[in-house]
């Protein structure tokens, strides 16, 4: 099973970017789908985007269309997930999940089975 350690979060103004890594190790990362979900308080964890085994394909929720990107490193077993223009409700916890079968395309339906402890991204106005 992979192991997962986000990094990169904290507190920024609204407009502003913010770049989210997960470093994944136990696993063969190169074949899995990769995806980051988020939870804001009160609410249920929810898909943000996912990027396929091979890296060809993404999958974004539409509130951060034109505005988050993912991307992964496979030489470094690194995935990341670049926000710009923030706004104060992208303020969540930030998931970084691995899908639980090789070669999946990343899509939101992924049954994703291994997840990270999370990183705060807090967005002020």
């Known amino acids: 099973q992979v192991q997962l350690v986000e990094s990169g979060g904290g507190l920024v103004q609204a407009g502003g970017s913010l770049r989210l890594s997960c470093a994944a190790s136990?696993?063969?990362?190169?074949?899995?789908?990769m995806g980051w979900f988020r939870q804001a308080p009160g609410k249920e964890r929810e898909f943000v985007v996912g990027?396929?085994?091979?890296?060809?394909?993404?999958y974004l929720t539409d509130s951060v269309k034109g505005r988050f990107t993912i991307s992964r490193d496979k030489a470094k077993n690194t995935v990341y997930l670049q926000m710009n223009s923030l706004k104060p409700e992208d303020t969540a916890v930030y998931y970084c999940a691995a899908d639980s079968s090789p070669y999946g395309s990343g899509s939101p339906n992924t049954d994703f089975g291994s997840w990270g402890q999370g990183t705060q991204v807090t967005v002020s106005s």
């Open positions: 136990g696993g063969t990362f190169s074949t899995y789908a």
């Open positions: 990027i396929s085994w091979s890296g060809g394909t993404t």
